[in-house]
C-alpha cells in the first residue's frame, strides 16, 4: 500500500544511556548510533517499510537500504526474521495488523511530501524502515526496541536502514500497533536528524509526539509542530541547538505535503435553539491529532478561547467537552454563536450557528464595540485586513486576531516560540511573553503591553497576560 512519497524506517547510531522504557510490557530502549555527517545530497522522498517475509538478509557495510546493507550488524551476514502479529503469526495471517501499522505511519508522515509504502521500488534510493524481528538477529542486546542511524550534525541521511523490533514488542499489549507504529516513526526520523524529546516549551510532557520516550499519555503520536527540549528520562540539550520541533524539522527535509488524518469535529451544546442567550458557551470537539485550542466567535469574530484537553493513556478524548464563558465586553445584540476548533496544525472546522439575543438587539454602531457595525440588530466587525506588522486599532483589525504593542505602537502580531527558530514575519522579532510564549514584535522594542487591541473584550488565549512590563528576550530571524 502506498500514501504519497517513499519514506524507509532505518536505524544507525552509537548506543545513547537511556534507561529501559517500559510500555504495556514492552521493555526496552530506542536507540540511535552515531555516524559520520555524509555530504549534503538530495533526500529521497520515500519511505520502505521492511516485514521481511520469509527473513531479510542483511550485509554489513556502508549503509545502502536498497542492497540491504548496514553499518548496525555485528555479524558479515545476519538474517532478521519476519513480522509477526499478536497472535505469533506471520504471513497472511499477520496482514491486517501489518496494514494497521503501514497505515498508522502513513498518518504520521501525511503532512510531509512523503511516500510511505511497504513495497520496495524497483531502482533508486530510499529510506528503509525495517519493522520485524529482535535485537539478536543483527546482534544487538534484547534491552531495546529500535536502533537506527543519526548523524553527528543532526543532517538528514539518505539510502539508510532504520530497525524496528516488532518481534520484541509485547504481544499483549492492547495498543500494540499505536506501539510499533510510534517505534518505527522514531527510529525512521532518527535517520532524518531527529533527537529524542522531552518536553515542550510551554512545559507539558512530549509524550504525544514519536521522538518522546514518556509513557505518560498515549494513543497515535504525531511529529507536533512546537518546540521541545530532548531527552530520554530527563530533560538535556538537544544534539543539534536548544529545543527541537520536529514537526518544522523533516518539512525541512522533505517539504509540504497533505495531512489524511482529517480536520476536527466540533459542535455546540449550550446554547440551544430553545434556551436563549447563555453567559457559557459549551461544546464537543475533536480531532485524530488532537485538538489545540477552540475559539468562541459571535458574529464571525473570535471572542474568547480555551486549550485543547490533556493528553491521556488513550490520546485526547475525541469527543472532548469544552465551555467558555461569554466575555464581559460584549455588547447587547443578536448573536450568531459558533465554534471554531483547531487541530495543532492549524487546520480548523465551524460548528453550526446558533442564533441567540443578548440583552436587545442594536439599534446604533454607538452600543456596539470599538470598530464594530450595527445592521439589523447584529454588532460585528468588517472581515480583518490587517496583516503582520501593520497598526492597528483594535484586534478584530489584524487577521491573526492580536493586537499588541506599547503604549505608543501597537501592531497586528501573531503567537511565536522564544525557545525555537524565530519565525516572525516583517522584521519583527519574536518577545517573550510567559512560559513558552511569545509574540512578535519591532526589534527595538523594550516592553510591551496590552494595546488597543485588548481594551475590547477579546482575549486571545494566554498571550492576552502579556504583559504590562516584563523582561524582552528576542530571537532574530535566521
Known amino acids: 500500500m502506498v500514501v504519497r512519497g517513499v519514506l524507509i524506517l532505518l536505524a544507525l547510531a552509537t548506543p545513547s544511556v537511556a534507561a529501559p522504557l517500559t510500555v504495556a510490557g514492552n521493555a526496552g530502549r530506542r536507540i540511535t548510533v552515531e555516524v559520520p555527517a555524509a555530504p549534503h545530497a538530495p533526500i529521497s522522498n ?96 534484547n534491552d531495546i526496541l529500535g536502533i537506527a542511524p543519526l548523524a553527528g550534525d543532526c543532517s538528514p541521511q539518505n539510502n539508510v536502514i532504520s530497525f524496528s523490533f516488532a518481534n520484541q514488542h509485547s504481544l499483549v499489549d492492547p495498543a500494540r500497533v499505536q506501539t510499533l507504529c510510534w517505534t518505527v516513526s522514531q527510529e525512521s526520523a532518527h535517520a532524518f536528524g531527529l533527537d529524542h524529546q522531552y518536553a515542550f516549551s510551554d512545559g507539558r510532557s512530549a509524550c504525544s509526539d514519536p521522538m518522546t520516550y514518556r509513557v505518560d499519555c498515549g494513543g497515535q503520536r504525531f511529529f507536533r509542530n512546537q518546540s521541545a527540549t530532548c531527552g530520554e528520562n530527563s530533560a538535556r540539550p538537544c544534539r543539534c541547538g536548544t529545543t527541537q520541533n520536529s514537526h518544522q524539522k523533516l518539512r525541512t527535509v522533505f517539504g509540504e505535503g497533505t495531512p489524511i488524518t482529517g480536520d476536527p469535529t466540533v459542535s455546540i451544546t449550550l446554547p440551544t435553539a430553545t434556551s436563549g442567550f447563555t453567559t457559557t458557551v459549551g461544546g464537543t470537539a475533536g480531532s485524530k491529532r488532537g485538538i489545540r485550542r477552540v475559539e468562541l466567535r459571535l458574529n464571525g469574530a473570535g471572542w474568547a478561547e480555551v486549550a485543547g484537553l490533556p493528553f491521556g493513556m488513550n490520546g485526547q478524548d475525541p469527543n472532548g467537552t469544552y465551555s467558555m464563558q461569554v466575555p464581559p465586553g460584549v455588547p447587547d445584540s443578536i448573536l450568531d454563536v459558533q465554534l471554531r476548533a483547531y487541530d495543532n496544525l492549524g487546520a480548523f472546522t465551524d460548528s453550526g450557528i446558533v442564533t441567540v439575543t443578548k440583552g436587545a438587539p442594536c439599534t446604533s454602531a454607538d452600543t456596539c464595540a470599538t470598530g464594530q457595525q450595527c445592521e439589523e440588530g447584529k454588532c460585528f466587525w468588517e472581515p480583518p485586513t490587517g496583516e503582520i506588522g501593520d497598526e492597528c486599532p483594535y484586534a478584530q483589525f489584524c487577521k491573526s486576531g492580536l493586537c499588541r504593542g506599547t503604549s505608543d505602537l501597537q501592531v497586528c502580531t501573531e503567537p511565536c516560540d522564544p525557545a525555537g527558530t524565530n519565525t516572525c514575519a516583517n522584521d519583527l522579532v519574536c518577545i517573550a511573553s510567559g512560559e513558552g510564549m511569545g509574540i512578535c514584535f519591532v526589534e527595538d522594542g523594550s516592553c510591551c503591553s496590552v494595546g488597543s487591541g485588548a481594551s475590547g473584550p477579546w482575549v486571545h488565549g494566554g498571550l492576552a497576560v502579556a504583559i504590562l512590563a516584563f523582561t524582552v528576550r528576542r530571537r532574530r530571524r535566521r
Not at 46 to 62: N, P
Not at 73 to 86: G, H, I, K
Not at 111 to 116: D, L
Request: proline share 5%; net charge negative.
Open 46 to 141: 520515500t519511505l520502505v517499510l521492511e516485514r521481511c517475509r520469509g527473513g531479510c538478509r542483511i550485509t554489513k557495510g556502508s549503509n545502502d537500504a536498497a542492497n540491504s546493507v548496514s553499518t548496525i550488524p555485528a555479524a558479515a551476514e545476519s538474517t532478521v526474521d519476519e513480522f509477526v502479529n499478536s497472535a505469533g503469526m506471520t504471513g497472511a495471517l499477520a496482514d491486517a495488523e501489518w496494514n494497521a501499522v503501514v497505515q498508522c505511519v502513513q498518518e504520521v508522515y501525511s503532512p510531509f511530501n512523503v511516500t510511505v509504502t511497504d513495497a520496495r521500488p524497483a531502482n533508486g534510493p530510499y529510506h528503509l524502515a525495517i519493522l520485524a524481528g529482535r535485537p539478536g538477529n543483527v546482534g544487538q542486546g
